[in-house]
Structure formats: structure tokens, C-alpha cells
């Protein structure tokens, strides 16, 4: 079992930034990959970022890059994933998730290779 945490989220203005965290703790050696995903009201979860735990290769959606980072923080057994979010715009308001690849997978772009899920932190951005 993986349980992942996130925090960071709140209310910014269009053109600001956040930084949201997701904490893991439990069987986290088995993890490949960590994976932040965005649900808007009335829309689908979709694909954000992904970081691969070991080798930190990083995957962003169209609408994200160049604006958004992944990282991760694995030193000392610490297991931190975060996102790093800049020049925020109102349609990157949603509930942020971030999920963890334990087993084999397909794409790390696909919700159905993810294994585990954190309960979600809100991003509203005003404009």
C-alpha cells in the first residue's frame, strides 16, 4: 500500500504561481513513476506532469509546458513529489491529484496506469 498526500493548493490570481506537494509513505521503494492529474467541474481527469522516480525523465500535457515543473525529492527516504506552477491562467482551476505507478505500466500519460491516488488539493485561479 502507497498513501500519498498532497498540499499546496489555495486561490491565485491569473499570472501567479503555486506549488503544490504530494508526500508518500508505505511501500514507496516498488514506485516507477509520479504523476500529477487535474479534474475541472464537468470534466474529466486529465493528465498534468509525470516524473519518473528513477532516471527523473518528465512528462508535461500541451497545455502545461513551459509553465509547470515536476520534481521529486526521493534523498533520505524523503518520497516528495511536487509541482511547481507559474503564470497560472483561470482554466487551470480544478482539483489536483497525484497518483503513483507501483506495477507495470503502458503510458505514464494514462489515469489507468496509476495505481494509487491522493485525495486532491483545489487550484482556483481568478482573473
Known amino acids: 500500500q502507497v498513501q500519498l498526500v498532497e498540499s499546496g493548493g489555495g486561490l491565485m490570481q491569473a499570472g501567479g504561481s503555486l506549488r503544490l506537494s504530494c508526500g508518500a509513505s508505505g511501500r514507496t521503494f516498488t514506485t516507477y513513476a509520479m504523476g500529477w492529474f487535474r479534474q475541472a467541474p464537468g470534466k474529466e481527469r486529465e493528465f498534468v506532469a509525470a516524473?519518473?522516480?528513477?532516471?527523473?525523465?518528465?512528462?508535461?500535457a500541451d497545455s502545461v509546458k513551459g509553465r509547470f515543473t515536476i520534481s521529486k525529492d526521493n534523498a533520505n527516504a524523503k518520497n516528495t513529489t511536487y509541482l511547481q506552477m507559474n503564470n497560472l491562467k483561470p482554466e487551470d482551476t480544478a482539483v489536483y491529484y497525484c497518483?503513483?505507478?507501483?506495477?507495470?505500466?503502458?503510458?505514464?500519460?494514462?489515469?489507468?496506469?496509476?495505481?494509487?491516488w491522493g485525495q486532491g488539493t483545489q487550484v482556483t485561479v481568478s482573473s
Open positions: 516524473i519518473m522516480w528513477s532516471g527523473g525523465s518528465t512528462y508535461y
Open positions: 497518483a503513483a505507478v507501483v506495477k507495470a505500466f503502458h503510458s505514464v500519460y494514462q489515469k489507468g496506469s496509476y495505481d494509487y
